[in-house]
């Protein structure tokens, strides 16, 4: 299986991070792993990267119920960032969210590539890195 460069968990649940990242590490999905606990400090730490002349991650894993800064408001800030590989980059909203009017808005972010709900199995894992492969 191909591999993505880097992913980005963006997420306050420290369990489903912890689980999210052993289904990685099993499927040897990506070659470096990228935690932020709410949008704020992804922001910051994409915006970093950019200054550094860095690549931001090319798949993100975005809650949407976080504290400081949701997944929302990080959508809102991430599309203003001057990112180079802006082809390169999928998002995924993984959420515990089934509210009906998250998955309209959802569609408002050509970004966004889908809405899974949590927890994400090694299959919605394999599916992901698949899309993302022929993307690229």
């Known amino acids: 299986m191909e591999r993505v460069k880097t992913t980005c968990i963006i997420d306050d649940d420290p369990i489903y991070i912890y689980g999210t990242k052993r289904i ?42 976080m504290p400081v800064m949701n997944g929302w408001d990080f959508l809102e800030e991430f599309i203003n960032i001057p990112y180079n590989n802006k082809e390169d980059v999928t998002i995924y909203i993984i959420s515990s969210s089934i509210d009906p009017r998250d998955l309209v808005k959802v569609k408002d ?19 992901m890195i698949e899309q993302a492969v022929i993307k690229v």
């Open 24 to 65: 990685i590490e099993e499927l040897d999905f990506c070659d470096k792993l990228i935690e932020y606990h709410n949008g704020q400090d992804a922001i910051d730490g994409m915006a970093q990267m950019v200054k550094e002349g860095k690549d931001i991650p090319s798949m993100i894993f975005l809650d949407l119920n």
């Open 109 to 127: 972010y050509n970004i966004v590539h889908n809405y899974v709900l949590k927890p994400v199995s090694p299959d919605e894992l394999r599916t």
